[in-house]
């Protein structure tokens, strides 16, 4: 969701959350935090059906026999899924393997129709690779997080436990949606380092075209492992922190398991490894389960999907149709562009902000188009509550609307109005022109209607009249602010100056 404050960007707003809460010093204790990561795969079917995908979909509709598990069914593996896998690890720079396989994970939940997950344990998809962290994507230092492996699963369904008392109601839409599992080294040691990993993550995946990313919509989700240390011992006993559906909260969560560790080993207790949440309102993590034994999944080969093996070519032929990642990206933007770093960030970490920015920039300077998109657009869709992945102005009309205004068709406090109108009508049908026609709010630049108006307002005011006469300029702003308030901000500025100059017989310095 885009917040702004006083013109000031969602990803500025969000970067400074994350330093404000992530770098508290914890003097004599070093953290190890690694992330497990489940992003739902951007393909139009399901990993082993041909059900549909998408979000917010009618409740139970996209959902087959093989989704159901059927008795005899089979699964089919989904071809697309594979390769979004394979682009998602060449974005890491991980080793493709060249044989892979599926495996049933057993295990019992309500909402996993099988009795177990078809997923990746002995041959995943991809080992090795890395998320590199720079300077410019907030820390003061560069950071290398290695990747431990990339494998694909198929997704459960969806458990509401809060409709009805003593009732659980199963949504199975999402039952059989493909992910891909990226599980990251221990090499993060602060809620700082997570946090921009996880939003690099998403700028990686969303920019490969493999995942939406969108943790609010649950597209990806984050289990962050924690524990804490004196440097030089041993790394210290891990709690897993589950269920954080906003970087933000990630960061958070992060911070108060730290300092409940800290705590709980300062005072002469012990950490007890187990499964924990994190209450908002309180800012503490709390239990969910414990782990005082390791699971036993029974892993198995699946028997209904064979090994499948990978041939170099079809990897190389994947290579050349990888897009520009988010480090090229931000560096070609900010040289073609002039951005700033700030204003390249925004671009880069507003899903489909990068496409629409550079569709308004051809034919136009790249800073006006900064102004109108990434303050005045972004601006009041954050005061509606719109976040950008569901703006409602397009491309033609934001275009249109900014070559109104630098053609001096419109003042720019009609142009806001106008964008307001837009934003509000939700259609994205009405161009500017109409707006402007229907609201009679066409720019006012006849030298002739301006002196009338002049003219009244002198008529109005002699005793202000006779002080710019006598040599005080200060009263001249005033007769043009009275003029664009009597216009309603219609007037043409510079024709306006004119006009009153005229009118009281001076010259404009």
């Known amino acids: 969701m885009l917040c702004f404050f006083r013109g000031r960007s969602a990803s500025c707003l969000r ?30 079917t399901k990993l082993f059906s041909d059900s549909p995908t998408s979000f917010n979909a009618p409740v139970n509709t996209n959902v087959s026999v093989i989704d159901a598990a059927y008795p005899g069914v089979q699964p089919k593996l989904n071809r697309e899924a594979v390769n979004l896998g394979i682009k998602t690890a060449l974005a890491l720079d991980a080793e493709i393997q060249r044989t892979i ?33 720079l300077k410019v994507d907030g820390l003061d230092h560069d950071l290398r997080v290695g990747i431990h492996q990339l ?28 992910l891909m599992e990226i599980v990251t080294k221990p090499d993060m040691r602060s809620a700082l380092e997570a946090g921009l990993l996880v939003k690099k993550l998403q700028a990686i995946l969303r920019a490969v075209g493999s ?8 597209s990806m989700r984050c289990d962050v492992n924690v524990s804490v240390h004196k440097p030089g011992e041993p790394f210290g006993i891990r709690c ?67 090994p499948m093996h990978i041939d170099q070519s079809h990897v190389d032929e994947l290579r050349t149709l990888m897009p520009e990642l988010p480090d090229q990206c931000r560096e070609r933007i900010m040289e073609q562009y002039k951005l700033t770093l700030h204003d390249a960030n925004v671009v880069l970490n507003e899903p489909g902000c990068l496409s629409f920015f550079e569709q308004l920039c051809t034919g136009r300077t790249s800073k006006v188009v900064v102004n109108w998109t990434l303050h005045e657009l972004f601006g009041q869709l954050s005061t509606q509550d719109i976040p950008f992945t569901r703006n409602p102005v397009s491309v033609q009309q934001m275009g249109a609307l900014i070559d109104m205004v ?35 709010w066409a720019r006012i630049g006849d030298l002739d209607t301006l002196r009338t108006l ?56």
């Open 240 to 306: 897993e922190l589950k269920n954080l559906n906003s970087v933000r909260f990630l960061t958070l969560a992060i911070e108060a398991e730290i300092s409940r560790q800290i705590a709980l080993l300062e005072s002469g207790g012990a950490v007890v490894s187990e499964t924990r949440g994190y209450d908002v309102v309180s800012g503490k993590t709390f239990k969910l389960r414990g782990k005082e034994t390791t699971p036993d999944y029974r892993y198995m080969p699946e028997p209904d999907l064979p």
């Open 211 to 218: 995942s939406k990313a969108n943790m609010e919509e649950g």
């Open 151 to 178: 494998q694909l699963e198929q997704d459960t369904g969806k458990s509401t436990h809060d409709m009805q008392p003593g009732v659980t109601f199963l949504d199975l839409n999402r039952a059989g949606t493909g």
């Open 15 to 44: 970067l400074r959350h994350l330093r404000a809460y992530s770098t508290q010093l914890h003097e004599g204790w070093e953290a190890v935090i690694g992330i497990e990561v489940h992003a739902q795969l951007n393909t139009q």
């Open 406 to 440: 630098q053609q001096g068709k419109i003042t720019g406090p009609i142009g806001k109005n106008v964008l307001k109108a837009m934003i509000q009508e939700t259609s994205a049908t009405r161009m500017p022109q109409e707006i402007v026609d229907a609201n009679g």
């Open 101 to 133: 396989s599926f495996d049933r994970k057993h295990y019992f939940y309500p909402d996993l129709p099988q009795g177990y997950q078809i997923t990746q344990h002995r041959e995943p998809l991809a080992r090795a690779g890395s998320i590199q962290l």
């Open 454 to 509: 002049c003219q009244e307002l002198i008529a109005k005011h002699p005793d202000k009249a006779e002080t710019i006469r006598q040599g005080n300029p200060k009263m001249f702003k005033w007769f043009i602010g009275q003029a664009m308030k009597g216009t309603k901000g219609m007037a043409d500025p510079v024709v306006l100056n004119k006009a009153l100059a005229l009118e009281l017989d001076c010259e404009i310095e």
